[in-house]
């Protein structure tokens, strides 16, 4: 697909959900063990959970599975035939199954509250997380590896990805990392505050911008000069990089089959 294409589409997914999945919890505590999600990224209920993650401010590994691949296979069969999302919480210690459970569980462990009623699968919900997927006319839904490739094929280290749910430039990568099957550790960068809203280089304030002291993108501003996502770590090649449309090429050279 046409970049320009491929961008523009990715922001009527997130302009369908209303942009959910933007704004994060100012706390910045993660969970002792870190969170796991089966999750596919095209799917209409996944993107709910996401959403969630983003919210609460919760990093997460992402085990994708896609149709056709081999994870959503074991998957299947290790837990009679269920399909993502399934999150797997070593802390509580949980395995829950399904979008509404996984929310309730979230928001009950780590906001201490239930969650509202706008972050469920309500008809609204999830006509419009339907909508957005269809938009995406079907990215992040299949497995791209070819059938002869194996897992064992697989990066010997997740790669790690700075994010948000709703931003346009990152969805494309989430779904190229589903579709190649990569697990990733998924930091999620969602906005705290009024002044981190609009692009990274001209945040909504006339003040030079400043992130929430003692943040996640209070950590990435002291790094990198700015707060900008995608960003791309891969510990078993060692290369860092800005740019949905780079880091889509760089994936595809590197693990594409």
Request: proline share 7%; glycine share 6%; hydrophobic share 35%.
């Amino acid at each position: 697909m046409n970049h320009l294409l491929d961008i523009t589409t990715s922001t009527l997914a997130s302009t369908y959900r209303f942009w959910r999945g933007t704004v994060a919890s100012k706390a910045i505590e993660q969970p002792e063990q870190t969170l796991i999600l089966f999750d596919q990224e095209g799917d209409s209920k996944c993107r709910l959970v996401r959403e969630v993650l983003t919210e609460l401010n919760l990093n997460v590994i992402i085990a994708p599975c896609p149709t056709g691949g081999e994870n959503l296979a074991k998957l299947k069969s290790a837990f009679n035939g269920i399909i993502p999302p399934v999150l797997v919480d070593s802390n509580s210690p949980d395995v829950v199954k399904g979008a509404e459970d996984i929310i309730h569980h979230l928001f009950l462990q780590y906001r201490g509250s239930k969650p509202p009623k706008a972050c469920l699968g309500q008809l609204s919900s999830t006509l419009t997380s339907k909508l957005a997927s269809g938009v995406r006319l079907g990215a992040g839904i299949r497995a791209r590896r070819s059938h002869k490739a194996s897992l064992s094929q697989q990066p010997n280290l997740p790669l790690i990805l700075y994010s948000f749910e709703s931003s346009p430039f990152s969805r494309p990568v989430r779904e190229r990392l589903c579709e190649l099957e990569l697990t990733y550790i998924l930091i999620n960068l969602g906005k705290q505050q009024f002044s981190d809203m609009g692009p990274a280089q001209f945040h909504w304030s006339l003040k030079p911008y400043k992130p929430l002291p003692n943040t996640k993108r209070d950590e990435f501003f002291k790094q990198h000069g700015n707060v900008q996502v995608p960003y791309l770590m891969d510990p078993n090649t060692g290369i860092d990089m800005f740019e949905s449309k780079d880091i889509l090429w760089y994936l595809e050279e590197t693990y594409g089959w």
